[in-house]
């Protein structure tokens, strides 16, 4: 299994639709979880970080579950813009550091 | 603006010349990271930094090294770089291991091509 598994997509949806995107882990003892947005040959850039709580920023809201090892991520009024690949991020513990690892990303494709 | 930076935007190098990869930043970050980007896969941690402190993944080729001679600045070398090894190249910082204080920062790649 994964460390951190994605559908990749594409998810196709009209201007306006709620699209949502989950992200699973392996490693039971992850402390951080992020999640990234890389548009098409350009660097990742920090979309949210996701709290036990759950979190929104605007039409965006993060959940995290750790009872089942996976993230959400859920676009409300999806826009244009929003058309990006959407990846997943979740710390790993590796020698008393936590580490990064990314998911394959998953693809989202907004339409007029 | 406190940046990563990364040199150059595109490098083009012949199989088997070594070529060097540069990042710096100006955010104070304890700890920088360098990954390989494959066309449609995720970005794969090559090694990283603590400080000083220096951190390989056990599947990374012996081919890739890497130096830090200060805070600032951080170097990827390909040894031999073979067709394999045409990829995207981030050079990510945080100001601790985890990133649960402000998640990571990026540069904005260097694009290898290995003709």
């Known amino acids: 299994r994964k460390e951190v598994e994605q559908d990749p997509g594409p998810f196709n949806v009209p201007e306006g639709a709620t699209v949502a995107f989950n992200c699973t882990y392996s490693?039971?003892?992850?402390?951080?979880f992020f999640w990234y947005r890389q548009d098409c040959r350009k660097e990742p850039k920090l979309l949210m970080s996701?709290?036990?709580s759950g979190n929104e920023d605007g039409r965006f809201t993060a959940q995290l579950n750790r009872a089942s090892q996976y993230i959400s991520l859920l676009i409300r009024d999806s826009k244009l813009s929003d058309s990006a690949t959407y990846l997943c991020v979740v710390n790993r513990a590796s020698g008393g550091s936590y580490i990064p690892t990314f998911g394959r990303g998953t693809s989202l494709i907004v339409h007029p | 603006d406190a940046m990563v930076i990364q040199n150059p935007r595109y490098q083009v190098t012949q199989f088997g010349k070594p070529v060097t990869l540069s990042c710096s930043q100006t955010?104070?970050?304890?700890?920088m990271y360098w990954y390989q980007q494959k066309s449609s896969q995720a970005p794969k941690l090559l090694f990283h930094?603590?400080?000083?402190?220096?951190?390989n993944e056990a599947d990374t080729p012996d081919n890739f090294q890497s130096r830090r001679p200060n805070t600032s600045f951080c170097f990827l070398d390909i040894r031999s770089p073979g067709l394999g090894d045409a990829a995207m190249y981030l050079c990510a910082t945080s100001l601790s291991t985890g990133g649960a204080d402000y998640g990571y920062t990026f540069g904005s790649g260097t694009r290898l091509t290995v003709v």
């Open positions: 955010l104070n970050h304890n700890v």
């Open positions: 996701v709290y036990s």
């Open positions: 930094y603590y400080d000083k402190d220096f951190n």
């Open positions: 490693n039971s003892a992850s402390q951080s």
